[in-house]
């Protein structure tokens, strides 16, 4: 019962519980005062639930502040002019506790300053390290991508030069007159557009090299060429086989004419050609306005093959794509002579193009 009479006290009984203990105190004097002891001795344990107010010392802020250690160029101060201060009704803000908590304040936000610049510049390190690593595959990507169109093109009109060769009676690519207004190599478009073998001039550009003025052009007509001016026809003669050179030709003993088409691995009969008008070039790739970063061109051959030659390895070739045997940009010296050049140039160097 003692158990039930200490549930009571605390209100923790269930409500039949509570009436039971009710009934029993009504009949019992000795409960009665068992219950009375028993709340006597759970007095002192009651809580105090007043607030409590703490009043601080009068000198806490002084030793305080005496505890922090004076900046440089900070003048001490006496726990006088800290008494003083708090005395007044308004703070002074030029006082020198404010002082110091503004120096404070200034040398913190220095700090940080100082370790955002940290993070701006090893941030900055890491993008450029990361650029430097980026950078070089995303531009040979591009190279490549150039390369491999230039190549589809070379293709392309190559099958317009086999075409037109097979359907010659002498099975000769097209032809180039050795003086005249059909002397130049860019004949070979106007022969392959009025074949109707090519339509798109865009076929004449090579993706390395900047967008050309004349891409938007016809090519022209073999009419045409004849009956244009001297400025005219040049800029035509210029124009006509777009960015890639065409064969020249070559010798039959004294006899000039156009290269047989015999499928050859090794005559080139089209391919990239340095952009720069010159009689003659003693390596035949130096100098002018390069395609494919200036590393190398790309040529076509008889046999339909593409291949891309470095300027270094043209000079080691038995048959240099770009000279004679004689070393000059000029028609080849006998039957297995390829010479390619630009649209512009003369199978001879003394040709008369008017």
């Known amino acids: 019962m003692h158990e039930d009479l200490l549930g009571y006290l605390l209100n923790a009984l269930e409500p039949l519980e509570m009436r ?11 409960l009665r005062a068992e219950l009375a002891r028993l709340k006597a001795a759970m007095e002192p ?21 005496a505890g922090i250690p004076p900046l440089s160029g900070t003048p001490a101060h006496s726990d006088g002019d800290l008494e003083s201060s708090e005395t007044t009704d308004k703070p002074n803000t030029s006082g020198p506790t404010t002082s110091r908590i503004s120096a404070l304040g200034k040398a913190h936000l ?54 037109y060769a097979l359907s ?39 993706p390395s090299l900047d967008r050309p003025n004349w891409l938007g052009q016809s090519i022209p007509t073999v009419t045409q060429l004849a009956a244009s ?4 026809l040049a800029a ?15 010798m039959d003993g004294k006899v000039y004419r156009p290269a047989k088409y015999q499928g050859r691995s090794s005559f080139a009969i089209l391919g990239d050609v340095p952009m720069k008008d010159q009689q003659s070039d003693s390596e035949g790739l130096s100098g002018g306005n390069y395609g494919h970063e200036a590393k190398g ?36 010296i006998n039957l297995n002579d390829a010479t390619l050049a630009p649209s512009w140039q003369p199978p001879f160097l003394d040709a008369r193009q008017q």
Request: net charge neutral; aromatic share 6%.
């Open 168 to 206: 010659d009676p002498r099975q000769q690519l097209p032809a180039l007159k050795a003086e005249g207004p059909e002397a130049f190599a860019g004949i070979y478009a106007v022969r392959l557009h009025e074949a109707g073998l090519i339509d798109s001039r865009s076929l004449l550009w090579c």
């Open 229 to 232: 001016s001297s400025p005219q």
């Open 110 to 163: 220095a700090q940080s300053d100082r370790f955002r610049w940290s993070d701006v510049i090893a941030s900055g390190v890491a993008a450029v390290v990361l650029v430097s690593l980026v950078l070089p595959s995303i531009l040979n990507r591009r190279y490549e991508a150039r390369k491999i169109s230039c190549q589809d093109n070379l293709r392309r009109i190559g099958v317009a030069v086999t075409n």
């Open 20 to 30: 039971r203990v009710e009934a029993a105190l009504q009949a019992s004097p000795e």
């Open 45 to 65: 344990l009651e809580e105090d639930t007043s607030p409590t107010v703490f009043q601080p010392p009068s000198d806490l802020i002084s030793k305080t502040m």
């Open 236 to 250: 035509l003669q210029r124009d006509s086989g777009g960015s890639y050179g065409f064969s020249l030709g070559v």
């Open 297 to 332: 061109v790309n040529l076509l051959f008889e046999d339909g093959r593409v291949q891309f030659m470095r300027r270094e390895d043209a000079v080691l070739t038995k048959d240099h794509p770009f000279l004679n045997h004689r070393g000059q940009i000029a028609a080849g």
